[in-house]
């Protein structure tokens, strides 16, 4: 009896460890990585703008016309140093198609305080953990500082549309939100990405979708599961 009880506890516990695992996995992708991404070549090594890429028609086309692909969104993204009245903090800025990412995360869902972003608007989605350290909230203004494509200067004020609860704490203390557009023209990237994020017809089949895009787009990309 003891030894049957044992193996139905120790059971318990790794299915218990798995769930708990996957669980975090499902969050993390849905929260902002995405099951799958494309990079150009050494992005990944080096997340630099300088390592952006053209999304041109080309990419485009095969994009539409992939196997298992259920849907793309686009994003930029880079650091800049994100100031209140009086308090800055380096942060990761994301510029999001906001229609598209709500195919891939639940980003939208995420908004405890203010609204969702809208396509082209000049507003900010903040962490809660980042507002919290700059002392601000939903309409207040947020300064970002940094550094654009080849050495460009990169300045801008965002009135902040609202704040997004994050199960992690990294994500929730460092994300910053904004429109592609803005994103683009803050960074001086206009019609570049920094990587755009998949969607597979089948989440099972992800690792065959990496590898049918990677040989059908070409080694000017990287294709990431």
Not at 57 to 84: C, H, I, M, Q, T
Not at 133 to 162: C, E, F, N, R, W
């Amino acid at each position: 009896a003891s030894i049957f009880f044992a193996v139905i506890l120790s059971t318990f516990m790794v299915s218990l460890k798995e769930g708990f695992y996957k669980g975090m996995i499902d969050s993390m992708v849905g929260a902002f990585t995405g099951y799958a991404q494309i990079h150009a070549t050494g992005y990944w090594a080096d997340k630099t703008l300088e390592n952006s890429f053209e999304f041109n028609d080309s990419l485009a086309y095969r994009l539409k016309n992939a196997n298992g692909l259920s849907s793309y969104a686009p994003r930029v993204e880079s650091f800049a140093l994100a100031a209140s009245s009086e308090i800055t903090r380096g942060t990761m800025v994301v510029g999001i198609d906001p229609k598209k990412e709500m195919l891939h995360t639940d980003l939208q869902d995420r908004v405890i305080e203010g609204e969702y972003l809208q396509e082209k608007e000049q507003g900010a989605l903040l962490g809660e953990a980042l507002a919290k350290y700059l002392k601000v909230g939903v309409g207040d203004t947020l300064v970002l500082l940094g550094q654009g494509y080849h050495g460009a200067s990169a300045a801008g004020k965002y009135p902040i549309k609202g704040i997004v609860k994050f199960g992690s704490p990294e994500l929730s203390k460092q994300l910053v939100f904004l429109s592609l557009q803005a994103t683009q023209k803050l960074f001086d990237v206009e019609g570049r990405l920094t990587n755009l994020i998949l969607l597979p017809d089948q989440k099972s089949e992800t690792d065959e979708l990496v590898q049918s895009l990677q040989s059908s787009i070409g080694n000017g990309y990287e294709v990431m599961a």
